[in-house]
């Protein structure tokens, strides 16, 4: 069965650092999609990257950036620079393309230190 | 604007009386999804649709029934609530051709089962 799995319920880091959030999946699907959001405390939920399997390169958008090794079966979001509105619940997810089916994480709340 | 809506944003019902949350979006996505969110559980997919007339099951469809008749509407409904339906129900869509595309996500229906 396909799952994925954020390993901290919790973490802290200080404004303008960067910090890691960690994230595993599994699957035996060769072609996925494995998305990071981010859910404020306001409740919306906010797309941030995208990474495929077939995607050679880590994916970059702005300070996030997706760190994918393949073969460790890992999705990790690193947020450089953090800024005091990164604080928020953190969701990693998958979607195996040959059933469009979605599989998130049990999410990762960050709290950035002034 | 682009956007999903739902409605109600909060319901507040018996167990046993049947009620239906809809969905909209207006950005002509094929592909629809229901998700509930649980403290300590992350997002859940219900059902998805990929098309009109096209569902299928997420990893927790049971209590649950879902129509596509229309491209932008993606109703949920709960035949017969009980008090473990009680949570944050999430509606999203996105394009469906290919891979890569975001989910936009409703605002959220809180749903409370007494």
């Known amino acids: 069965a396909q799952k994925i799995t954020q390993t901290q319920p919790g973490m802290f880091v200080q404004e303008k650092e960067a910090v890691t959030l960690d994230c595993t999946y599994d699957t035996s699907d060769q072609s996925y999609g494995l998305f990071w959001y981010k859910q404020p405390s306001s409740g919306e939920m906010i797309f941030l990257i995208y990474q495929g399997s077939y995607d050679e390169q880590n994916a970059t958008e702005g300070r996030y950036s997706l760190n994918f090794q393949k073969a460790r079966k890992s999705a990790n979001l690193v947020i450089s620079a953090s800024q005091l509105g990164d604080s928020a619940m953190y969701f990693c997810?998958?979607?195996?393309?040959?059933?469009?089916?979605?599989?998130f994480g049990t999410g990762t709340r960050l709290k950035v230190l002034a | 604007e682009a956007q999903v809506t739902q409605n109600p944003r909060y319901l507040i019902t018996v167990t046993g009386k049947k009620l239906t949350v809809t969905c909209s979006q207006n950005?002509?996505?094929?592909?629809m999804s229901w998700y509930r969110q649980d403290p300590g559980l992350g997002l859940r997919q219900i059902y998805y649709?990929?098309?009109?007339?096209?569902?299928d099951k997420g990893d927790v469809p049971e209590g649950y029934k879902v129509s596509r008749k229309e491209k932008r509407n993606f109703p949920l409904i709960l035949e017969s609530p009980s008090p473990n339906q009680t949570s944050l129900y999430f509606c999203?869509?996105?394009?469906?051709?290919?891979?890569?595309?975001?989910?936009?996500f409703g605002p959220g229906t809180r749903l409370t089962v007494t």
């Open positions: 649709s990929m098309n009109v007339e096209v569902t």
């Open positions: 950005m002509n996505h094929e592909y």
């Open positions: 999203a869509s996105s394009l469906f051709t290919g891979s890569g595309y975001e989910q936009y």
């Open positions: 997810a998958i979607q195996m393309l040959r059933t469009y089916k979605y599989i």
